[in-house]
């Protein structure tokens, strides 16, 4: 792991899972603007307008500030010309912001003098995939405006984000969280989301199912398949198959089990899974497809349908597995 030295600004490496304390930046990238890797240096921090070093040297102040010595920013401390080291970072990112001293927020179009209640929701920030994690692994974050100026913190704008993002209150503040919602619900929260490269949307979420995978670019939607399938080998939660179908089918998607983007997800929020004790299901993803074993809790149901080859009807017996149910206030609703 790269850190910024916030009194020398120099990069210095830290290997294994020992290292200082340090503040994290969040923020949206600027073509043209932002500052990688191989161009780091400390001079053009403090002399450059370029808007890349601007962020670099106003995290470090901040940082120093609630006495923290290093501070961590993407553009800049990982090396993206390693695809190794870009595959650690990408995979090990939710824990880095997760174990942050201070997460700083930078909204570069919320102008001086703009409003919590108008102009909060319009932020670019609030529609990208990357920065989900960056909202929901800190345990502390303050948001900065435009001219770095100060907004809040997540604690004090928990209700307002919440209902800018639809994430639960509890998930905001610490107090409960995601692995306890069902992964529908968790999908959700990024289907309204966007990333730069089709793959990200997959790669973003890595963190948040608690998943480890290679990364691939140029394979597409295929990523978020890859994404489903490594939740299904860990977890035996059935919403993920609880998408709508129809909205992708719409959207001109192929269909098949798993949902070809979080988008499909967007009507879950308040969809949950079973309780272990109730359904427990056992299944795997096979060269044939889905695989269910010991499956006790479904029903079947028989109706005739007319025979592709002539009138004659025919009997078709189809089978129905509770996914999990959806809550409405004190109503209950079966998602199947």
Known sequence: MWLINAVTLQLEQFLGSEFPKYAILSHTWEDDQEVTFQEFSPKQISSSSKKGYVKIKETCIRALRHDLKYAWVDTCCID??????????INSMFQ??????QCFVYLSDFCFGATIEEDFAACRWFKRGWTLQELIAPKKIRFYG???????SKSGLAERI??????????????TQPPNYSVACRMSWAAR??????????YCLLGLFDVN????????????RRLQEAIVQQSNDLTIFAWDYEHEQEQGASIGLFSPSPSGFARCQRVRNYNRWQVDPVFAITNKGLRFEHFGFCWKKTTSSKDSQ??????????YIPLGYRKQNRDVHFSL
């Open 80 to 89: 993206k010309a390693s695809s190794a080291e870009l595959t650690e970072s």
């Open 96 to 101: 880095w912001y997760q174990k942050a001293d």
């Open 146 to 152: 435009q001219k770095w100026h100060y907004i809040g």
């Open 162 to 175: 919440s209902s800018i993002t639809s994430i639960e209150i509890n998930v905001l503040t610490g107090e």
């Open 193 to 202: 989301r966007e990333t730069k490269r089709i793959e990200d949307l997959a």
């Open 213 to 224: 995978m290679p990364l691939i670019y140029g394979e597409g939607s295929k990523s978020f």
């Open 310 to 319: 002539g009138p004659e009807s025919s009997e078709i017996t189809r089978y």
